[in-house]
C-alpha cells in the first residue's frame, strides 16, 4: 500500500479471520448495511457477519488541520477507544469486547476511522431509567458506583459519562452488569473526592439515586458518603437540560 492510500488494521488475535469483514466498512457504510442505532457525529451500526452481531463506530472525518493532526501524531478516536477498552476489561471493568480497527489514511492527511466490537449483551440504557419504572434502580446506582469506584481508584475518569454511554443488564439472579462505551475520551490522574463526583454531573438523579451511589462509591473510596452525596447534588445542580428540570 503506497504513503497516499494507507491502512492501518490491528485486530485482536481471536478475531483474525474477520481481515476482510474490517477493511469492506466502508463499502458497507457506504450502502447503509445493518441496523443503524445512531446517527450524529459519528455514526453506529449493528451489522451481522458469519452469524454473529458486531457494532461499527464509524468517527467523522476530522477538520483540515485535524486531519494533519491525525494524519501524523496523534492516535486516531478509534485507536483510543479500542487501547481504552482494552485497559478497562483489565482492570476489571465491562465494556463490550472490542474486536479491532481501521484507520484510512490519504497521503499525510487522515481520512476515517472504524471501531468494531462485539455487540453488548446489556439490555438497557442509563436514560431508561427515566423512560420507565425499574423497580430496581438502587441497584443499577450501587452497580455503577462500584464501576465508577474502580475507574477512579485506578486514576481514569471517562470524560463522557453521559446517560447513553452507560449500560446495564439485570441477570435473573439479581447481579447487575454494567459496560460502559464511547471511551475515546479518558482523563488520566489521581481523583479527589471532589473531582470524582464532578466526573458524574453530566448523569441525571433523582435525589435517591445519588444517595444510592454516594453510599456504595463512598464506602469503596474509603470517602464521607454525606459529602459524597452533596458534592454529586452540587455539580448535578450545574448541569443544563434536566430531565423534567429536576434530575
Known sequence: MSLWNHQTLVLQPEFASLRPF???LPERFARGEGRLIHDGRNKLREIEFE???FVVKAF???LFINRLVYGIVRPSKAKRAYDNALL????GVGTPQPVGYLNLRSGLLFDQSYLVTLA???THRYDELFERTFPYTADVMRAIARTTATLHAHGLAHLDYGRGNILFRRQESGHIDIELVDLNRMARGP???DASCRNMERLPCTPEMHRAFADEYARLR???AD???ALLQKYRATQPGKVDGKY
Open 60 to 62: 467523522r472525518r476530522p
Open 51 to 53: 452469524g454473529r452481531l
Open 22 to 24: 474490517m477493511l469492506s
Open 120 to 122: 453488548s449483551t446489556c
Open 88 to 91: 478497562l476489561r483489565h482492570i
Open 222 to 224: 474509603h470517602f464521607d
Open 191 to 193: 481523583l479527589t473526592l
Open 227 to 229: 459529602a459524597c452525596f
